[in-house]
């Protein structure tokens, strides 16, 4: 299966269950990043990369909500998608996969750049 998707479905269940810590295993670059766009946000508190010389694994504290589709989007559809998948506009944030790396939609908006849509959170 999808290393992103058992990541976040991990994260996910952790928070229902209100867990302050989940170890996801095994790390990958794209779930770093993915972190590292969400932690920008203020949505998980600090996460610290475990090397255990196999194929690693990430500490994360939680403080927020994730969810995980995967919708290719142009550029052109991107207020469609913000406004069909977050709750309002004022908060949330749509992470996207872009040619230009990882990031939310809002620096995506800034460098007119469309993408595959990773995950949201609110």
Same mark, same amino acid.
């Not at 302050?20 to 508190?45: A, C, D, E, N, W």
């Not at 998948?85 to 992470?95: C, H, K, Y």
């Given at each position: 299966? @999808?290393?992103?998707?058992?990541?976040? &479905? *991990?994260?996910?269940?952790?928070?229902?269950?209100?867990?302050?810590?989940?170890?996801?295993?095994? *790390?990958?670059?794209?779930?770093?990043?993915?972190?590292?766009?969400?932690? &920008?946000?203020?949505?998980?508190?600090?996460?610290? /990369?475990? !090397? !255990?010389?196999?194929?690693? &694994?990430?500490?994360? @504290?939680?403080?927020?909500?994730?969810? @995980?589709?995967?919708? !290719?989007?142009?550029?052109?559809?991107?207020?469609?998608?913000? *406004? @069909?998948?977050?709750? *309002?506009?004022?908060?949330?944030?749509?992470?996207?996969?872009?040619?230009?790396? /990882?990031?939310?939609?809002?620096?995506?908006?800034?460098?007119?750049?469309?993408?595959?849509?990773?995950?949201?959170?609110?």
């Amino acid at each position: 299966m @999808n290393v992103l998707a058992d990541a976040l &479905k *991990s994260i996910n269940n952790a928070e229902k269950r209100g867990k302050r810590q989940v170890i996801i295993r095994p *790390s990958s670059k794209v779930i770093v990043r993915f972190l590292t766009v969400m932690m &920008k946000h203020g949505y998980i508190g600090e996460f610290e /990369i475990v !090397d !255990d010389h196999r194929a690693g &694994k990430i500490v994360v @504290n939680l403080t927020g909500r994730i969810n @995980n589709p995967r919708f !290719d989007i142009r550029m052109a559809d991107l207020e469609k998608w913000t *406004s @069909n998948l977050l709750p *309002s506009r004022q908060f949330g944030f749509l992470v996207l996969t872009t040619s230009s790396g /990882i990031m939310d939609h809002e620096e995506a908006r800034r460098k007119h750049a469309g993408g595959k849509i990773l995950g949201f959170f609110f």
